[in-house]
Each structure stands twice: as structure tokens, then as C-alpha cells.
């Protein structure tokens, strides 16, 4: 989980590249550092450090210094702590590369290349430095290829070599590297977000294809040396939505985006009042022949897998697992070719997510991808791709996404539920009317944030607390504890309210924060008594619950009411309530609330 710039051309390289930097900063934070060719003497300069890229910029004053072709990296440390040496571009005899990704061999080949005594850092990135420098002969593809023949793991090396100028080199394996062309230049990066501004098309680097930027072309080489055609794709992200406008922190700004957001994700696809997915390609056919579903994602966006298996049970009485794309592949999972495979992933690019994916294509199961970054690995390796409309999300914590992935999951639900005649006369109307309520229902969550600021005031000194609630209220809460968690710090722990006095309940204590969550009609009663259970030993209890939903408000520290909804589509306002309670206690609490301590935004690393 690292960023990588590199540029090319007729420009200011310097600024290109820091700039670029910092909009890939939510990727890796801990350290960054750039090489720079000089357009005249054709040396080549580093300036690297731990810290921002914001600290990196004091080592970056070069005066009348010009330079028009360099690489740039901001690091999430994997091998080597967080430290000046350990900060990437590593430089190693005539090679100068940045890298992300994990060589898992690394210790083998520092001993196999006798490069021990030459390293200045504990990074796999230097050695593999090390590597290509000793099969560099003036031929660069060629170091090149014999050097990814030697790496296991996962990498996106980009590279300049010393006696070579303007040009950079690039490989892949699994870590995604984008390429296009700018109007001054050529450029790639880790994703398609640094490039928005300079670029209207791109191009994903195929895996194990040589990349060669040079000033006014773009070129691409199988290990062979054949020449590859470079296939672009359209940024249709309006880049503008990249950058904070004028709010403090990105989460901020993509949780209020989200009646937008929610709204582009679902429009397109109702027409006349029912939901069609012929534009996404997905053949009625995958949805009605099925007879389970396995969802695999991590983080985030398991936990919208995991509200949509309420959902999916409910109305289409056909089981789905949710696998945590990291277990997986080693729980020998049971599959067949009536399996429907659902990944979900934001980024498109977490490889857990992106190698059980693999896995079960390879025992022939058809998949569907729930995406918001388009062309990403996960969409290119899918059968089928639904893309979310969140647009780029920069905060780590997701929130945007989660709620597009939400209204992504309905759809398809909805649609498959017509295909298999699951649903009664006039049933598909009303879904699509709850569908279409969603915006409006966010909106009215947002409108009341200064009430969820003032609860938020409850848990600034708590160091632990507990989130209870049953089945869909459930699966919310734990993502409402994992925002919690991610930006705040605060120990928060999601749990199933009736599986509390099986052991946890043990641990409140008085005044421990409780938040409660009750939106599901068929469990009020036994979630209000779940709540008693825990008010009688003292907890601290903030209840969110539906509006329509009656209680003795003064039993509780704080109430928040939710607009009432179908059960099922409780979700998407409830959970807009708890991304707003993490971001105010995160940025109350005075923290980092779009950088949070040793978190990246797109995990690839197994
Ligand atoms: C959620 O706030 C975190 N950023 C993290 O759990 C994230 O959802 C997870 O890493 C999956 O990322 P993806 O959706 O890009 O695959």
C-alpha cells in the first residue's frame, strides 16, 4: 500500500510529482521521497525522509534547478521500519526505482546476489534494486525481465536508470500501476486519482508487461521484448470531486456527498420503475440459474456483503456466505458452478480480495464485482462488473463507497428476486420506490449532524465501548465500529445484542458508553430488553433508533431518531449516522481523521 508517481516530459517534474504525491498520500503516509533526472547533466538527485509529503517538499528547494523526468513515492511501511533510509527511491549502483508491493523472497536474493554490504536499508525494495542492477548491462528491458524472473511476491516496480535519461521503466505483478499521457508529457501512478488532473485517458499496466514512458510516447513490451498495444481507457470521474473543497477532512466532505453519490448510483439504473442492469452486461441469466451466493470482500466492504445477506435471505430465500476475502482461500470453501461469486471492493485492488477471486474463478464459478474504481484489477478479473457512481474516495475510512456498494447490492438483489419470481404482485414497485428513497433519507440524517456532534461529545475520553444490536442492526453496528475504531482509536466492539449474557456482558461496567441501534420492527422488543440488561449494570447508553419507535427518551444519555423505512432499507440512513459520530469524535479528538495511524487505503498486501 504505497504511492508511486513517475513523469516524463517538457514539464516541471518537481512539482508534478510532490503534487501527485500528496493526492496518493491516503495509500501510505509514513515516509516519501523522490529521484529527479537533471535535464542537463543527466545526474540523477534523491531527496527522500520519513514523514509527509509536506516534510518532503523542505528537502525540495531547488532554485533555478530544472528537471523533466523523475519518480516519487509515499511509503506504508511492509519490510523496514519508518525511517530516512528505509524511505523509498532506493538507489543501487545505475538503478534508482521505487517500489510497492512485498518480494517475499528477499533474504534469499540479498544472499544469492552477495548484496549484503552494499545495502543502506532493510528494505526488500533496495535488494530487489540490488538484483537489477546486476543483470543491468545498458539494456534496461532486458535487466528488467531476468530480475522479475528471480521476484516471488508482489511488486510494481518503477525504475530510471542512471546512464538513461528521460525515460522510466515499469513492471507489475499484482501492486496496480496507470499510464497516460499528459499534455506535456507522459505519466503513471498507483491509481488513477494522481493522474485526474493531468490526464483524460489511461491506461492499466497489464501484469508482467514492460512499460517504458518516454516524453512523447507511451511503450509496453511482453518479457520477450515484443511490443504491446496500450489499450486506454476514459477518466470519467469528474477530478474536481478528488480534491477537500472546503471541508476540513475528505471524510467529511464524502459523507455529506452521499445523497449524490447514492442517487448516481441507483438513477441509472431504474428505468420506468424497474431496475435494469443491461447496461452493467449482467445476463438475467447468471441471476436466476444460482442457487447460492458466496461474497467475498474485506473490511468495509464485507460489511456490506453482510447487510446485503439479510436482505438477500429474506427475499430470495437462497443461501449466501460472506467470506473475509483474507481467510478464504484457506478454509477449503465449498463451491460449484451453481455458486454465484460476489466480490465487492471499493478500490478494486485489495488483494485478498483480488486473490479469492482468482481462487474461484479457477474452480469455475461465474463472478459479479461490486466496484467504484473503473478498470481496476478486481473489474478486469471479473465476469461481470457492477461500478459504483461514489467517484474517487480519498479518506481511508470509507464511507461514500459503502453506501453505493449498499445501493449496488439492492439493485441486484431486487433484479435477481424478479428474474426468480420472488417477489409478490406490486412488490418490485415498492422496492424500487425504497430505493429510490434512499438520497432523501441520507439527506435528512445529514441535516441533523450538529444532534450527532453533540453525541459524539459523549465518547471523546472513552477508551472502550460496545455496539449492540440484532440481525440487520447488527451487521450495521459493525460497521459503525469499525469507523469508529479506524479514526477515532477508540476500542469499539459490534456486538449481536443477544449474544451479549452469553460471556461479554461481564465487561460493562458503570458508565460504559453503549450505543444501540433499533431500526428492525420484527426485534424491537428483544433489543429493548437487551438494552435493559446492560442499563441495569450501569452502561452509558446512546440509542439510535426509528423514528416511529416509541421510548422514555430520559432512560438514556442521548436519543437520535432515524426516518423511518422498510426494515430492510434502514441501512443506508443508520449507518450515515454512525460515519458521522466516528468523523466527529476523530476530528474532535484532534486526530489525523483522513490519514489514520498505521492504515492505508488500498490494502495490497497480502
Ligand atoms: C474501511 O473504512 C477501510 N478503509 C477498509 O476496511 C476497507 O474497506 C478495506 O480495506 C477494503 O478495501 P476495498 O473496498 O478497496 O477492497
Same mark, same amino acid.
Given at each position: 500500500?504505497?504511492?508511486?508517481?513517475?513523469?516524463?516530459?517538457?514539464?516541471?517534474?518537481?512539482?508534478?510529482?510532490?503534487?501527485?504525491?500528496?493526492?496518493?498520500?491516503?495509500?501510505?503516509?509514513?515516509?516519501?521521497?523522490?529521484?529527479?533526472?537533471?535535464?542537463?547533466?543527466?545526474?540523477?538527485?534523491?531527496?527522500?525522509?520519513?514523514?509527509? $509529503?509536506?516534510?518532503?517538499?523542505?528537502?525540495?528547494?531547488?532554485?533555478?534547478?530544472?528537471?523533466?523526468?523523475?519518480?516519487?513515492?509515499?511509503?506504508?511501511?511492509?519490510?523496514?521500519? $519508518?525511517?530516512?533510509?528505509?524511505?523509498?527511491?532506493?538507489?543501487?549502483?545505475?538503478?534508482?526505482?521505487?517500489?510497492?508491493?512485498?518480494?517475499?523472497?528477499?533474504?534469499?536474493?540479498?544472499?544469492?546476489?552477495?548484496?549484503?554490504?552494499?545495502?543502506?536499508?532493510? @528494505?526488500? =525494495?533496495?535488494?530487489?534494486?540490488? %538484483?537489477?542492477?546486476?543483470?543491468?548491462?545498458?539494456?534496461?528491458?532486458?535487466?528488467?525481465?531476468?530480475?522479475?524472473?528471480?521476484?516471488?511476491?508482489?511488486?510494481?516496480? $518503477?525504475?530510471?536508470?542512471?546512464?538513461?535519461?528521460?525515460?522510466?521503466?515499469? $513492471?507489475?505483478?499484482?501492486?496496480?500501476?496507470?499510464?497516460?499521457?499528459?499534455?506535456?508529457?507522459?505519466?503513471?501512478? =498507483?491509481?488513477?486519482?494522481?493522474?485526474?488532473?493531468?490526464?483524460?485517458?489511461?491506461?492499466?499496466?497489464?501484469?508482467?508487461?514492460? *512499460?517504458?514512458?518516454?516524453?512523447?510516447?507511451?511503450?509496453?513490451?511482453?518479457?520477450?521484448?515484443?511490443?504491446?498495444?496500450?489499450?486506454?481507457?476514459?477518466?470519467?470521474?469528474?477530478?474536481?470531486?478528488?480534491?477537500?473543497?472546503?471541508?476540513?477532512?475528505?471524510?467529511?466532505?464524502?459523507?455529506?456527498?452521499?445523497?449524490?453519490?447514492?442517487?448516481?448510483?441507483?438513477?441509472?439504473?431504474?428505468?420506468?420503475?424497474?431496475?435494469? *442492469?443491461?447496461?452493467?452486461?449482467?445476463?438475467?441469466?447468471?441471476?436466476?440459474?444460482?442457487?447460492?451466493?458466496?461474497?467475498?470482500?474485506?473490511? @468495509?466492504?464485507?460489511?456490506?456483503?453482510?447487510?446485503?445477506?439479510?436482505?438477500?435471505?429474506?427475499?430470495?430465500?437462497?443461501?449466501?456466505?460472506?467470506?473475509?476475502?483474507?481467510?478464504?482461500?484457506?478454509?477449503?470453501?465449498?463451491?460449484?458452478?451453481?455458486?454465484?461469486?460476489?466480490?465487492?471492493?471499493? =478500490?478494486?485492488?485489495?488483494?485478498?480480495? *483480488? @486473490?479469492?477471486?482468482?481462487?474461484?474463478? =479457477?474452480?469455475?464459478?461465474?463472478?459479479?464485482?461490486?466496484?467504484?474504481?473503473?478498470?481496476?484489477?478486481?473489474?478486469?478479473?471479473?465476469?461481470?462488473?457492477?461500478?459504483?457512481?461514489?467517484?474517487?474516495?480519498?479518506?481511508?475510512?470509507?464511507?461514500?463507497?459503502? @453506501?453505493?456498494?449498499?445501493?449496488?447490492?439492492?439493485?441486484?438483489?431486487?433484479?435477481?428476486? %424478479?428474474?426468480?419470481?420472488?417477489?409478490?404482485?406490486?412488490?418490485?414497485?415498492?422496492? %424500487?420506490?425504497?430505493?429510490?428513497?434512499?438520497?432523501?433519507?441520507?439527506?435528512?440524517?445529514?441535516?441533523?449532524?450538529?444532534?450527532?456532534?453533540?453525541?459524539?461529545?459523549? #465518547?471523546?475520553?472513552?477508551?472502550?465501548?460496545?455496539?449492540?444490536?440484532?440481525?440487520?442492526?447488527?451487521?450495521?453496528?459493525?460497521?459503525?465500529?469499525?469507523?469508529?475504531?479506524?479514526?477515532?482509536?477508540?476500542?469499539?466492539?459490534?456486538?449481536?445484542?443477544?449474544?451479549?449474557?452469553?460471556?461479554?456482558?461481564? #465487561?460493562?461496567?458503570?458508565?460504559?458508553?453503549?450505543?444501540?441501534?433499533?431500526?428492525?420492527?420484527?426485534?424491537?422488543?428483544?433489543?429493548?430488553?437487551?438494552?435493559?440488561?446492560?442499563?441495569?449494570?450501569?452502561?452509558?447508553?446512546?440509542?439510535?433508533?426509528?423514528?416511529?419507535?416509541?421510548?422514555?427518551?430520559?432512560?438514556?444519555?442521548?436519543?437520535?431518531?432515524?426516518?423511518?423505512?422498510?426494515?430492510?432499507?434502514?441501512?443506508?440512513?443508520? %449507518?450515515?449516522?454512525?460515519?458521522?459520530?466516528?468523523?466527529?469524535?476523530?476530528?474532535?479528538?484532534? #486526530?489525523?481523521?483522513?490519514?489514520?495511524?498505521?492504515?492505508?487505503?488500498?490494502?495490497?498486501?497480502?
Amino acid at each position: 500500500m504505497c504511492g508511486i508517481v513517475g513523469y516524463t516530459g517538457n514539464g516541471p517534474a518537481a512539482s508534478l510529482i510532490l503534487d501527485s504525491l500528496e493526492l496518493l498520500e491516503y495509500r501510505g503516509y509514513d515516509s516519501a521521497g523522490l529521484a529527479l533526472k537533471d535535464s542537463e547533466t543527466g545526474e540523477t538527485i534523491l531527496r527522500k525522509r520519513a514523514g509527509r $509529503v509536506q516534510d518532503l517538499r523542505y528537502l525540495c528547494d531547488f532554485g533555478s534547478e530544472w528537471f523533466n523526468c523523475g519518480i516519487g513515492h509515499t511509503r506504508w511501511a511492509t519490510h523496514g521500519g $519508518v525511517s530516512n533510509d528505509n524511505a523509498h527511491p532506493h538507489r543501487f549502483g545505475k538503478v534508482v526505482l521505487v517500489h510497492n508491493g512485498i518480494i517475499e523472497n528477499y533474504l534469499e536474493l540479498r544472499d544469492q546476489f552477495l548484496l549484503s554490504d552494499r545495502l543502506k536499508s532493510d @528494505t526488500d =525494495s533496495e535488494i530487489a534494486a540490488g %538484483v537489477m542492477d546486476h543483470f543491468y548491462n545498458k539494456n534496461p528491458r532486458q535487466a528488467i525481465a531476468e530480475t522479475v524472473r528471480y521476484l516471488k511476491g508482489t511488486f510494481s516496480l $518503477v525504475i530510471m536508470f542512471e546512464d538513461i535519461p528521460d525515460v522510466i521503466y515499469a $513492471v507489475r505483478n499484482v501492486s496496480p500501476i496507470v499510464a497516460s499521457y499528459t499534455n506535456e508529457g507522459t505519466m503513471l501512478a =498507483s491509481d488513477v486519482t494522481a493522474l485526474g488532473i493531468h490526464a483524460k485517458q489511461y491506461m492499466p499496466v497489464p501484469e508482467m508487461n514492460i *512499460l517504458e514512458l518516454h516524453k512523447d510516447a507511451i511503450r509496453l513490451y511482453d518479457m520477450k521484448g515484443n511490443p504491446q498495444a496500450c489499450e486506454f481507457i476514459d477518466i470519467d470521474w469528474d477530478t474536481s470531486r478528488a480534491s477537500k473543497g472546503n471541508y476540513p477532512f475528505y471524510m467529511e466532505k464524502e459523507i455529506m456527498e452521499q445523497p449524490e453519490t447514492v442517487m448516481k448510483t441507483i438513477k441509472s439504473r431504474i428505468r420506468e420503475g424497474h431496475i435494469d *442492469l443491461t447496461a452493467d452486461g449482467i445476463p438475467d441469466s447468471i441471476l436466476a440459474e444460482c442457487d447460492s451466493i458466496c461474497a467475498i470482500a474485506c473490511g @468495509t466492504a464485507m460489511h456490506a456483503a453482510l447487510t446485503a445477506k439479510n436482505i438477500v435471505q429474506s427475499r430470495l430465500r437462497i443461501k449466501m456466505e460472506v467470506e473475509c476475502a483474507s481467510e478464504f482461500i484457506y478454509s477449503d470453501p465449498i463451491l460449484d458452478e451453481r455458486t454465484l461469486a460476489i466480490v465487492i471492493s471499493q =478500490s478494486g485492488e485489495t488483494i485478498d480480495t *483480488l @486473490t479469492a477471486l482468482k481462487y474461484v474463478r =479457477s474452480k469455475g464459478v461465474r463472478s459479479i464485482a461490486v466496484i467504484n474504481v473503473k478498470g481496476s484489477s478486481i473489474a478486469r478479473e471479473s465476469d461481470y462488473v457492477i461500478y459504483t457512481d461514489a467517484g474517487p474516495e480519498i479518506a481511508v475510512a470509507s464511507t461514500k463507497a459503502f @453506501t453505493a456498494q449498499i445501493a449496488a447490492m439492492m439493485l441486484l438483489i431486487g433484479r435477481m428476486a %424478479v428474474v426468480r419470481h420472488a417477489l409478490k404482485p406490486g412488490e418490485e414497485k415498492s422496492f %424500487v420506490e425504497n430505493i429510490m428513497k434512499l438520497p432523501e433519507q441520507i439527506t435528512s440524517v445529514l441535516d441533523r449532524r450538529r444532534d450527532i456532534h453533540v453525541i459524539a461529545r459523549q #465518547l471523546l475520553e472513552a477508551k472502550d465501548t460496545f455496539m449492540i444490536g440484532r440481525g440487520l442492526d447488527y451487521s450495521i453496528l459493525l460497521e459503525g465500529a469499525l469507523k469508529l475504531k479506524e479514526v477515532s482509536y477508540i476500542h469499539t466492539e459490534a456486538y449481536a445484542s443477544g449474544e451479549l449474557k452469553h460471556g461479554t456482558i461481564a #465487561l460493562i461496567t458503570e458508565d460504559i458508553p453503549v450505543i444501540a441501534m433499533v431500526t428492525q420492527t420484527k426485534l424491537i422488543s428483544k433489543e429493548l430488553s437487551n438494552i435493559r440488561e446492560v442499563k441495569t449494570r450501569g452502561a452509558n447508553v446512546i440509542l439510535f433508533l426509528r423514528e416511529d419507535i416509541d421510548v422514555n427518551e430520559a432512560e438514556f444519555s442521548k436519543v437520535f431518531r432515524l426516518p423511518a423505512a422498510s426494515d430492510d432499507f434502514m441501512v443506508i440512513p443508520a %449507518v450515515t449516522a454512525l460515519q458521522l459520530l466516528a468523523y466527529y469524535v476523530s476530528s474532535d479528538k484532534g #486526530l489525523d481523521v483522513d490519514k489514520p495511524r498505521n492504515l492505508a487505503k488500498v490494502v495490497t498486501v497480502e
